[in-house]
């Protein structure tokens, strides 16, 4: 921990790559552990435009589902410190001038949920201009997306249900009835042009949001902390090994042995609502 502290203490561009196992201290099952499949199916199988093609109806309910929990879900203590380490004067343990931008796959808007709470705050009364960069790489899940080619509108939509026919499906989950096909008609549709929308989040072959900016502060990063994700979906995956290929420090923060954990030069085996507060709290 005092090396860590050192690292931390001279490090000018800090970044945080983060996973789902940030959030699942707030009840949202990861993708790959316990919990990763959603009725009969595996929850990565329904992150594709195939998926949505072949059937919209079994899609939504998918993201109906999740949407339902992440509306009702509050951030962490792993949260909470991250959005306290975004504002420069709460994070005594770096150097003045310091840089920190958080970089996460996760699509269930804690982390800005978690920068709100801090900022509303009497922490932030006193402070200098509040300074935060959260990237959702693989978007929102309370962004809608038209599917119509020429129109391509995104909204935020926060609605619960997100539309009517959904209403209630989340519970034929539990119950492990036989899903609804629910009529094209009658799933979430464009505002602007009335086509079919689709969930505003980045699935298998599709490009990450943010890209350009997210490999700049990779290559100037000289800490990068990797926090409660697998590192097995590109480009994710590998971006703490390229902070690490031109000098930098990786700390890793999971529960358990990750894929590519051994760049880690530090390594915080526990639940990272614990390990991480006490490393950057
Ligand atoms: C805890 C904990 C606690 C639990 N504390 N820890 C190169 C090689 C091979 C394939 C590819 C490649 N490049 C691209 C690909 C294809 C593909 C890919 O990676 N496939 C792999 C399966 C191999 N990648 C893509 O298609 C991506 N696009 C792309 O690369 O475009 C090209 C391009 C890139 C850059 C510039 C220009 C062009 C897009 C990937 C989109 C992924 N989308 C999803 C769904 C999002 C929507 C939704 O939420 O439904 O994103 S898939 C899913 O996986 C989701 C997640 O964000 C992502 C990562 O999962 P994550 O977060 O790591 O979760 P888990 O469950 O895997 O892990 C949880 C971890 O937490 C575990 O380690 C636990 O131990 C730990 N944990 N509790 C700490 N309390
Ligand atoms: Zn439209």
């Not at 993708?31 to 435009?49: E, N, Q, V």
């Not at 990068?224 to 971006?239: D, E, I, K, M, N």
Request: charged share 25%; proline share 6%; with cysteine.
């Amino acid at each position: 921990m005092s090396l860590f502290r050192q690292t931390l203490s001279s490090s000018k561009h800090i970044i945080a790559i983060t996973g789902a196992g940030l959030s699942a201290a707030s009840g949202i099952p990861t993708f790959r552990g316990a919990g990763g499949m959603w009725r009969k199916y595996d929850a990565l199988m329904l992150a594709t435009m195939a998926a949505f093609r072949d059937s919209p109806s079994r899609v939504w309910q998918f993201y109906h589902y999740r949407r339902e929990m992440a509306l009702k879900a509050q951030p962490n203590d792993a949260h909470m410190t991250l959005a306290r380490f975004s504002i420069p004067h709460l994070r005594d343990k770096v150097a003045p001038g310091s840089t920190f931008t958080l970089i996460t796959q996760n699509v269930d808007g804690l982390s800005t949920k978690a920068f709100e709470l801090i900022s509303s705050t009497q922490e932030m009364a006193s402070a200098e201009e509040p300074h935060s960069t959260i990237l959702e790489m693989h978007g929102r899940i309370f962004d809608v997306v038209c599917t119509g080619y020429n129109c391509r509108y995104r909204e935020e939509n926060r609605d619960s249900p997100i539309c009517p026919a959904l209403q209630g499906t989340e519970a034929l989950v539990e119950a492990g009835a036989m899903e609804p096909d629910i009529p094209l008609s009658d799933l979430p549709r464009c505002r602007k042009c009335g086509e079919l929308a689709r969930p505003g989040v980045v699935w298998f072959g599709e490009v990450p949001h943010h890209m350009d900016e997210i490999f700049r502060l990779v290559d100037e990063a000289d800490l990068c902390l990797v926090v409660g994700t697998s590192s097995t979906v590109h480009p994710a995956a590998t971006l703490a090994s390229k902070v690490k290929e031109h000098g930098g420090k990786v700390a890793v923060f999971n529960v358990d042995r990750s894929k590519r954990d051994e760049v880690a030069d530090f390594l915080f085996l526990g639940p990272c609502e614990k390990t991480l507060p006490e490393a950057i709290g």
